[in-house]
C-alpha cells in the first residue's frame, strides 16, 4: 500500500518535469565544443517526447554566447552571470545549478563528460537525489515508455549497459565529448534568454583559486580532424607508424593508435583512441594492425566511415567497418600511398 502511494505521488511530481537542458561549459567565455554536440541531440531527443531544448550556463560572462547555442538548437538560454562563477569551483556552480533545475524542472539534463562535467554532474545529481549515467556513449527515447535510455560501457568495456531512471527527474546523464556530431540549424532559433540571480557570495566559497598552471602536454585534439588514420599492434614498430604518419598527410587528416599501440611506445598517450582514450567521429576512419577490441570500437565505430586493414578474417574491426581489407598493412599502406602520391601529381597537372 505504502508504495502506490508513493509511486502515484512521484507520477504528479514528475509530470511537473520538461524540457531537455545542455549545460553549456565554457572557460574564460569560450564554450566547450561538446555543448553543441549535446545541443544537436537534444534537439532529437526533444523532438521524441515533445518538448523544448535549454542551454544552461554559469559563469562570470556569458551571455555572449546565444547566439551560438540558438544556432545548435536552443529554444531557451538560461544564464546565471556573477563574478563568483569567473572560474570552475564545485560548490557555487553545484548550489546555482541545483536552485536552477528546482525552479524550472527539467525532464532530462545532459552535461559533457569532461572533467568538470564529471565533477560537477555528480554533485548536482547527490543535491537533487535523483539518478545520473556517466559517462555515456548513446541516448535514445524508449518509444513505448517516453524515458531515456541512457547506454555507456561498462565493467572495462566488456559490457554495453543501458541505464534508465523511471522514478526520479531531472534523468541526468554526462556525455562523452566527440559521440555526438554537432550540426548547426540552417536558420537559428529566435531563442530566449532567461537569467537568473545568484545570492552565492564570494566570502561563502571556501576554495579560492590562488593559481591557474597551463599544462604543457602536447593535447591532440583528434576529434578536430576529418581524417584519421590509426594504428594498432599490428603495425609491429614504431618506426612503421611513419608510413601511417604519410598516409595521413596525404589525406590531409593525423593519426592515432590502439592502446596496446600505445603500450608498446608506438604512439604517444595523447594519440590513443578509444574507451580511455578519445572518442572520434571523423568522416574517414583508417584501422591497420587493429583489431577491433570492444574498448577501442567504443571511441570509433560512430565514425562516417571505416576502412579496415587486418591479416586476421576475423578480426571484430570488420563487424564496424565499411570497407575490410585482409591484407598485411606493412604492404598495403605503401601501396596506398604510392597511388595517392600518383592521384595528387594528375591533379596538380
Ligand atoms: C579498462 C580498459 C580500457 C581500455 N581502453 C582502451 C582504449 O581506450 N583504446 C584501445 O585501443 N584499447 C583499450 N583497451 C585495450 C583493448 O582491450 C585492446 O587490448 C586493444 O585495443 C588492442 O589493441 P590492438 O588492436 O592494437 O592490438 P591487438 O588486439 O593485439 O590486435 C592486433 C591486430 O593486428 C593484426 N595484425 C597483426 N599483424 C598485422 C599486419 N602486418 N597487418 C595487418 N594486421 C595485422 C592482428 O590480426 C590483430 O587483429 C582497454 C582495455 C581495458 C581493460
Redesign the pocket.
Given at each position: 500500500m505504502e508504495n502506490k502511494k508513493d509511486t502515484s505521488g512521484r507520477e504528479t511530481e514528475k509530470a511537473q518535469y520538461k524540457d531537455v537542458w545542455v549545460f553549456v561549459e565554457q572557460t574564460d567565455g569560450v564554450a566547450q565544443p561538446v555543448s553543441f554536440e549535446l545541443l544537436t541531440k537534444a534537439r532529437e531527443l526533444a523532438g521524441k517526447i515533445g518538448c523544448e531544448v535549454a542551454a544552461v550556463s554559469i559563469g562570470k560572462s556569458v551571455s555572449h554566447l546565444a547566439d551560438e547555442v540558438f544556432k545548435y538548437g536552443a529554444d531557451k538560454f538560461y544564464v546565471i552571470e556573477n563574478d563568483v562563477f569567473e572560474s570552475y569551483r564545485t560548490e557555487p556552480f553545484r548550489d546555482a545549478l541545483s536552485d536552477l533545475v528546482r525552479k524550472y524542472k527539467p525532464e532530462i539534463f545532459l552535461i559533457g563528460a569532461t572533467t568538470q562535467g564529471r565533477d560537477l554532474s555528480g554533485t548536482v545529481a547527490t543535491e537533487l537525489k535523483t539518478g545520473l549515467t556517466a559517462d555515456t556513449t548513446k541516448q535514445e527515447i524508449d518509444p513505448e515508455t517516453g524515458l531515456l535510455l541512457m547506454t555507456r560501457p561498462t565493467f572495462?568495456?566488456s559490457l554495453m549497459a543501458t541505464i534508465i531512471c523511471p522514478d526520479h527527474r531531472p534523468q541526468m546523464s554526462t556525455v562523452r565529448p566527440g559521440v555526438f556530431k554537432a550540426e548547426p540549424l540552417d536558420k537559428p532559433k529566435q531563442g530566449k534568454i532567461i537569467r537568473e540571480e545568484t545570492k552565492i557570495t564570494e566570502e561563502q566559497v571556501v576554495k579560492k583559486i590562488l593559481q591557474k598552471v597551463v599544462s604543457s602536454d602536447n593535447v591532440v585534439n583528434l576529434g578536430f580532424y576529418d581524417v584519421i588514420v590509426a594504428g594498432?599492434?599490428?603495425m609491429?614498430n614504431k618506426d612503421n607508424f611513419e608510413m601511417l604518419i604519410e598516409l595521413a598527410d596525404l589525406l590531409g587528416g593525423t593519426w592515432a593508435g590502439?592502446?596496446?599501440?600505445v603500450e608498446l611506445g608506438f604512439v604517444p598517450q595523447t594519440r590513443?583512441?578509444?574507451?580511455?582514450?578519445q572518442t572520434v567521429h571523423p568522416k574517414l576512419y583508417i584501422a591497420?594492425?587493429?583489431?577491433g577490441?570492444i574498448?577501442?570500437l567504443v571511441?570509433m565505430q560512430t565514425s562516417d566511415t571505416i576502412i579496415s586493414?587486418?591479416?586476421?578474417e576475423n578480426?571484430p574491426i570488420f563487424d564496424v567497418s565499411t570497407y575490410c581489407i585482409v591484407e598485411?598493412?606493412?604492404k598495403f599502406v605503401p601501396r596506398l600511398i604510392a597511388e595517392l602520391r600518383t592521384k595528387t601529381k594528375t591533379v596538380k597537372k
Amino acid at each position: 500500500m505504502e508504495n502506490k502511494k508513493d509511486t502515484s505521488g512521484r507520477e504528479t511530481e514528475k509530470a511537473q518535469y520538461k524540457d531537455v537542458w545542455v549545460f553549456v561549459e565554457q572557460t574564460d567565455g569560450v564554450a566547450q565544443p561538446v555543448s553543441f554536440e549535446l545541443l544537436t541531440k537534444a534537439r532529437e531527443l526533444a523532438g521524441k517526447i515533445g518538448c523544448e531544448v535549454a542551454a544552461v550556463s554559469i559563469g562570470k560572462s556569458v551571455s555572449h554566447l546565444a547566439d551560438e547555442v540558438f544556432k545548435y538548437g536552443a529554444d531557451k538560454f538560461y544564464v546565471i552571470e556573477n563574478d563568483v562563477f569567473e572560474s570552475y569551483r564545485t560548490e557555487p556552480f553545484r548550489d546555482a545549478l541545483s536552485d536552477l533545475v528546482r525552479k524550472y524542472k527539467p525532464e532530462i539534463f545532459l552535461i559533457g563528460a569532461t572533467t568538470q562535467g564529471r565533477d560537477l554532474s555528480g554533485t548536482v545529481a547527490t543535491e537533487l537525489k535523483t539518478g545520473l549515467t556517466a559517462d555515456t556513449t548513446k541516448q535514445e527515447i524508449d518509444p513505448e515508455t517516453g524515458l531515456l535510455l541512457m547506454t555507456r560501457p561498462t565493467f572495462g568495456g566488456s559490457l554495453m549497459a543501458t541505464i534508465i531512471c523511471p522514478d526520479h527527474r531531472p534523468q541526468m546523464s554526462t556525455v562523452r565529448p566527440g559521440v555526438f556530431k554537432a550540426e548547426p540549424l540552417d536558420k537559428p532559433k529566435q531563442g530566449k534568454i532567461i537569467r537568473e540571480e545568484t545570492k552565492i557570495t564570494e566570502e561563502q566559497v571556501v576554495k579560492k583559486i590562488l593559481q591557474k598552471v597551463v599544462s604543457s602536454d602536447n593535447v591532440v585534439n583528434l576529434g578536430f580532424y576529418d581524417v584519421i588514420v590509426a594504428g594498432g599492434k599490428g603495425m609491429g614498430n614504431k618506426d612503421n607508424f611513419e608510413m601511417l604518419i604519410e598516409l595521413a598527410d596525404l589525406l590531409g587528416g593525423t593519426w592515432a593508435g590502439s592502446r596496446k599501440a600505445v603500450e608498446l611506445g608506438f604512439v604517444p598517450q595523447t594519440r590513443q583512441v578509444g574507451q580511455t582514450g578519445q572518442t572520434v567521429h571523423p568522416k574517414l576512419y583508417i584501422a591497420c594492425g587493429i583489431s577491433g577490441a570492444i574498448q577501442h570500437l567504443v571511441g570509433m565505430q560512430t565514425s562516417d566511415t571505416i576502412i579496415s586493414i587486418n591479416i586476421d578474417e576475423n578480426a571484430p574491426i570488420f563487424d564496424v567497418s565499411t570497407y575490410c581489407i585482409v591484407e598485411d598493412a606493412l604492404k598495403f599502406v605503401p601501396r596506398l600511398i604510392a597511388e595517392l602520391r600518383t592521384k595528387t601529381k594528375t591533379v596538380k597537372k
